[in-house]
């Protein structure tokens, strides 16, 4: 679609009333309009559940095809970027479940926490450094980092949505929080080095 | 700073300082009437409370993290700070999508939507055909029949006796399953009842019915209930042709002196419905029609003709010529059902691993786009091992003949080398494709992986002995395209590349004709397993109408499986 037709429809759909009914009608220029406005900021929520790029595209498209699909039991409760935010969240943990890989953690290397961790260190840190460092992370670490530290959850709603302990929750994000901080503190490293 | 020091600025900024009187002190001062005095004291009072309502002071930053930190434990400070650094990282971060990707999503949501309308409507022609199949068991037996039995009406007749006036009902029943013969006397309304003729049950299930009626010299031949549809009156004329059907109830004239008249039976067969013949006849159904003077075996004694009929054919007119038929005056022929022996539904399991090979051909509908910018070949394909497996469930139409249908899923896999061919230089002169000479040949590699969803339809016709059995399966399998993924390997570039989901390309609906023969053995009395060679080709092309290629594959495979039959 040209790009000045999807602007012309951005003004056209000034409101996200109007972007939602036009959605409904099945319109595929307002649903264009809705992924460019949010494709973006999803990809990242998705970049940071899925352990490549490619992943974190096929679960925003999966996700994308929900919310279309689903964009009817849109309530209008809260605001259309939570819901679909939440919708985004939940197909990424599904999909990290479907094609869960079984870490055995006595494998994974055991990480004392004898890292620090401040913000003047972190501060200089590039917000996609720091995102690749948790696309780096195991399945199991990853997802419940992402749950706990920026979703705001709990242990124990982590433990019901993912089916685990939540011991297991609470030991998973330590871990997490031990191998991410060693990595960027090997990037510091390297950065003070050069 | 000194004493006097200090009261000399105090005074010096107080000099200066103004406060805006409360809105309402003009009228407290002239309405109330109070004095200056009071007012001031209590606008004072009355500004001190109100701007200390609204004093606030902005903490130094950090406090709140202090007060928050000093409440919690180090490692929970240290969680929280960590999560907001984290937190904060992530708020804004934002990664663009590769292009293409909304098209990706509308094609994948449009096929979503495809596959469920496809999928509902299947679901319903199923539903729709298993209802059709039970409405015609029930109600369109006659198609089912392929036994003829025999009801002799004689004038030896056991029943014979009877006066003239009386009315003779006979129930004719036999264990036999072959013919049930028995001879009644004719007076002027004779009923013969066949119950069940073929039944090995005691309680018949099925009743028909003959009603004869004399009026006049007018011989009525009625059938009644289901089952039995017979063929209607006689006739003296060899070549008389009967229109039968099972509603039609037909009201003969007979020749007195026996055969060799020259009545035109087809002259006189009227309809029940016709006044004229009503007239005629008189209550045809009556018990209590007036008896015939004459008794009907001695006029009618030379009438020895049968009448065959049912509703698929043509009725005949037959001659009796066994003596022992103690030279009917009538003969209505039946026929009925022939009873299935044993189970009538199975249901089972069945794999057929099978090889693939594949019909390649170019696209002839899509050539001009196709061939005016490349040329694609399939060079080589290799034959891949495939899968197919699901329920069925068989039911018997006779002893012989089943229907069989069910569901299943089948995977298909295969390897192409493509070679395409852009159009060469020498070619491309004089258009404005620019093409260098080194690169219009590329190669690749697809390896492709199917899954279907099927329903069959076959028929099967079998033979049995004791524990074993031989049958021959050919029918119609419909496919739904589930799911495709595709590895394609780039020769010149090097690059792989995985297609997930790649349907866009791809037929969603493939029809097969497949064909079986099949060896069975029953262990157990109702349970058998089976095994036999199995051959599917494609009526369609795996790939969509609008691709360059067409590519119908066929199968060579081993069915196995077992059935339990109820």
Same mark, same amino acid.
């Given at each position: 679609?040209?790009?000045?037709?999807?602007?012309?429809?951005?003004?056209?759909?000034?409101?996200?009333?109007?972007?939602?009914?036009?959605?409904?009608?099945?319109?595929?220029?307002?649903?264009?309009?809705?992924?460019?406005?949010?494709?973006?900021?999803?990809?990242?929520?998705?970049?940071?559940?899925?352990?490549?790029?490619?992943?974190?595209?096929?679960?925003?498209?999966?996700?994308?095809?929900?919310?279309?699909?689903?964009?009817?039991?849109?309530?209008?409760?809260?605001?259309?970027?939570?819901?679909?935010?939440?919708?985004?969240?939940?197909?990424?943990?599904?999909?990290?479940?479907?094609?869960?890989?079984?870490?055995?953690?006595?494998?994974?290397?055991?990480?004392?926490?004898?890292?620090?961790?401040?913000?003047?260190?972190?501060?200089?840190?590039?917000?996609?450094?720091?995102?690749?460092?948790?696309?780096?992370?195991?399945?199991?670490?990853?997802?419940?980092?992402?749950?706990?530290?920026?979703?705001?959850?709990?242990?124990?709603?982590?433990?019901?949505?993912?089916?685990?302990?939540?011991?297991?929750?609470?030991?998973?994000?330590?871990?997490?929080?031990?191998?991410?901080?060693?990595?960027?503190?090997?990037?510091?490293?390297?950065?003070?080095?050069? | 700073?000194?004493?006097?020091?200090?009261?000399?600025?105090?005074?010096?900024?107080?000099?200066?300082?103004?406060?805006?009187?409360?809105?309402?002190?003009?009228?407290?001062?002239?309405?109330?009437?109070?004095?200056?005095?009071?007012?001031?004291?209590?606008?004072?009072?009355?500004?001190?409370?109100?701007?200390?309502?609204?004093?606030?002071?902005?903490?130094?930053?950090?406090?709140?993290?202090?007060?928050?930190?000093?409440?919690?434990?180090?490692?929970?400070?240290?969680?929280?700070?960590?999560?907001?650094?984290?937190?904060?990282?992530?708020?804004?971060?934002?990664?663009?999508?590769?292009?293409?990707?909304?098209?990706?999503?509308?094609?994948?949501?449009?096929?979503?939507?495809?596959?469920?309308?496809?999928?509902?409507?299947?679901?319903?022609?199923?539903?729709?055909?298993?209802?059709?199949?039970?409405?015609?068991?029930?109600?369109?037996?006659?198609?089912?029949?392929?036994?003829?039995?025999?009801?002799?009406?004689?004038?030896?007749?056991?029943?014979?006796?009877?006066?003239?006036?009386?009315?003779?009902? +006979?129930?004719?029943?036999?264990?036999?399953?072959?013919?049930?013969?028995?001879?009644?006397?004719?007076?002027?309304?004779?009923?013969?009842?066949?119950?069940?003729?073929?039944?090995?049950?005691?309680?018949?299930?099925?009743?028909?019915?003959?009603?004869?009626?004399?009026?006049?010299?007018?011989?009525?031949?009625?059938?009644?209930?289901?089952?039995?549809?017979?063929?209607?009156?006689?006739?003296?004329?060899?070549?008389?042709?009967?229109?039968?059907?099972?509603?039609?109830?037909?009201?003969?004239?007979?020749?007195?002196?026996?055969?060799?008249?020259?009545?035109?039976?087809?002259?006189?067969?009227?309809?029940?419905?016709?006044?004229?013949?009503?007239?005629?006849?008189?209550?045809?159904?009556?018990?209590?029609?007036?008896?015939?003077?004459?008794?009907?075996?001695?006029?009618? +004694?030379?009438?020895?003709?049968?009448?065959?009929?049912?509703?698929?054919?043509?009725?005949?007119?037959?001659?009796?010529?066994?003596?022992?038929?103690?030279?009917?005056?009538?003969?209505?022929?039946?026929?009925?059902?022939?009873?299935?022996?044993?189970?009538?539904?199975?249901?089972?399991?069945?794999?057929?691993?099978?090889?693939?090979?594949?019909?390649?051909? +170019?696209?002839?509908?899509?050539?001009?786009?196709?061939?005016?910018?490349?040329?694609?070949?399939?060079?080589?394909?290799?034959?891949?091992?495939?899968?197919?497996?699901?329920?069925?469930?068989?039911?018997?139409?006779?002893?012989?003949?089943?229907?069989?249908?069910?569901?299943?899923?089948?995977?298909?896999?295969?390897?192409?080398?493509?070679?395409?061919?852009?159009?060469?230089?020498?070619?491309?002169?004089?258009?404005?494709?620019?093409?260098?000479?080194?690169?219009?040949?590329?190669?690749?590699?697809?390896?492709?992986?199917?899954?279907?969803?099927?329903?069959?339809?076959?028929?099967?016709?079998?033979?049995?002995?004791?524990?074993?059995?031989?049958?021959?399966?050919?029918?119609?399998?419909?496919?739904?395209?589930?799911?495709?993924?595709?590895?394609?390997?780039?020769?010149?570039?090097?690059?792989?590349?995985?297609?997930?989901?790649?349907?866009?390309?791809?037929?969603?609906?493939?029809?097969?004709?497949?064909?079986?023969?099949?060896?069975?053995?029953?262990?157990?009395?109702?349970?058998?397993?089976?095994?036999?060679?199995?051959?599917?080709?494609?009526?369609?092309?795996?790939?969509?109408?609008?691709?360059?290629?067409?590519?119908?594959?066929?199968?060579?495979?081993?069915?196995?499986?077992?059935?339990?039959?109820?």
């Amino acid at each position: 679609m040209p790009l000045i037709t999807i602007a012309f429809k951005k003004e056209l759909i000034s409101t996200e009333i109007e972007l939602i009914d036009a959605c409904l009608r099945q319109e595929t220029s307002a649903q264009r309009v809705l992924f460019d406005t949010y494709s973006a900021k999803f990809l990242g929520v998705c970049y940071r559940y899925a352990p490549s790029q490619a992943d974190a595209e096929d679960i925003l498209q999966e996700a994308f095809v929900k919310i279309f699909n689903k964009l009817d039991n849109f309530r209008r409760e809260s605001s259309l970027e939570t819901w679909m935010t939440r919708i985004v969240i939940n197909t990424a943990i599904s999909h990290l479940r479907l094609n869960k890989k079984h870490h055995n953690e006595s494998d994974l290397e055991v990480i004392e926490n004898n890292y620090s961790f401040s913000n003047e260190q972190f501060n200089h840190i590039d917000a996609k450094i720091l995102m690749n460092a948790i696309q780096e992370l195991p399945d199991n670490y990853r997802v419940v980092l992402n749950m706990f530290a920026i979703e705001g959850y709990s242990h124990k709603e982590i433990a019901e949505e993912l089916g685990i302990p939540e011991v297991t929750s609470r030991s998973h994000f330590f871990r997490a929080k031990s191998i991410l901080e060693k990595k960027l503190l090997n990037i510091n490293k390297m950065k003070l080095a050069k | 700073m000194r004493e006097d020091e200090f009261i000399n600025s105090l005074k010096n900024h107080a000099d200066g300082f103004k406060v805006t009187p409360s809105a309402g002190l003009f009228d407290k001062i002239i309405v109330s009437g109070n004095l200056n005095n009071k007012v001031a004291e209590k606008d004072f009072a009355n500004l001190l409370k109100e701007k200390a309502s609204d004093f606030s002071v902005t903490p130094s930053a950090g406090l709140f993290d202090k007060i928050s930190a000093a409440s919690k434990t180090a490692a929970d400070a240290e969680v929280e700070q960590f999560n907001h650094i984290v937190k904060n990282h992530a708020k804004d971060f934002n990664v663009t999508p590769s292009n293409g990707l909304f098209e990706k999503i509308v094609v994948t949501r449009n096929n979503l939507l495809a596959r469920r309308y496809a999928v509902y409507g299947i679901a319903a022609l199923l539903l729709l055909s298993v209802a059709s199949f039970f409405y015609w068991l029930s109600h369109s037996t006659d198609a089912l029949k392929n036994e003829t039995e025999m009801v002799y009406i004689s004038e030896g007749a056991k029943v014979g006796k009877t006066s003239p006036n009386h009315k003779s009902e +006979s129930i004719i029943q036999s264990k036999q399953p072959k013919l049930a013969e028995e001879s009644i006397a004719l007076d002027n309304s004779a009923i013969a009842k066949v119950l069940n003729l073929n039944s090995k049950s005691k309680k018949p299930k099925q009743t028909s019915q003959i009603q004869i009626i004399n009026k006049n010299n007018l011989f009525i031949v009625q059938s009644k209930g289901n089952r039995a549809k017979i063929g209607n009156g006689i006739a003296n004329n060899e070549k008389a042709k009967l229109a039968v059907s099972a509603s039609e109830i037909g009201t003969y004239s007979l020749n007195p002196n026996g055969g060799g008249g020259n009545s035109n039976f087809n002259e006189t067969l009227k309809s029940e419905t016709s006044p004229t013949e009503k007239s005629a006849t008189g209550d045809l159904n009556s018990k209590n029609a007036v008896a015939n003077e004459k008794p009907i075996e001695q006029k009618f +004694s030379q009438e020895t003709r049968t009448i065959v009929a049912d509703n698929n054919s043509k009725p005949e007119v037959k001659e009796i010529t066994s003596d022992a038929k103690a030279n009917p005056l009538l003969q209505v022929s039946l026929k009925s059902r022939k009873k299935i022996v044993g189970t009538k539904w199975a249901i089972g399991i069945f794999g057929t691993p099978q090889l693939l090979k594949s019909e390649y051909h +170019s696209n002839k509908t899509n050539e001009n786009w196709a061939n005016e910018y490349l040329k694609t070949k399939v060079q080589n394909d290799k034959s891949n091992f495939n899968f197919q497996a699901g329920l069925l469930i068989e039911r018997k139409l006779s002893n012989s003949f089943s229907l069989i249908t069910g569901i299943g899923m089948s995977e298909i896999m295969f390897r192409e080398l493509r070679v395409v061919t852009y159009l060469t230089p020498s070619e491309a002169s004089g258009t404005d494709i620019t093409i260098s000479t080194k690169e219009y040949i590329r190669k690749s590699s697809y390896d492709v992986t199917l899954n279907y969803l099927e329903v069959p339809f076959h028929i099967q016709y079998a033979k049995h002995w004791n524990k074993f059995g031989l049958a021959a399966q050919a029918g119609m399998a419909y496919n739904l395209l589930m799911d495709a993924n595709a590895v394609v390997f780039d020769s010149d570039t090097m690059n792989t590349c995985i297609v997930q989901g790649a349907n866009k390309s791809l037929q969603q609906h493939v029809f097969y004709f497949s064909s079986a023969i099949v060896a069975e053995y029953f262990p157990l009395k109702h349970v058998s397993v089976f095994a036999g060679p199995t051959y599917r080709t494609a009526l369609n092309s795996v790939y969509d109408d609008k691709y360059v290629l067409s590519q119908k594959p066929y199968f060579y495979g081993l069915t196995l499986g077992f059935k339990y039959a109820f």
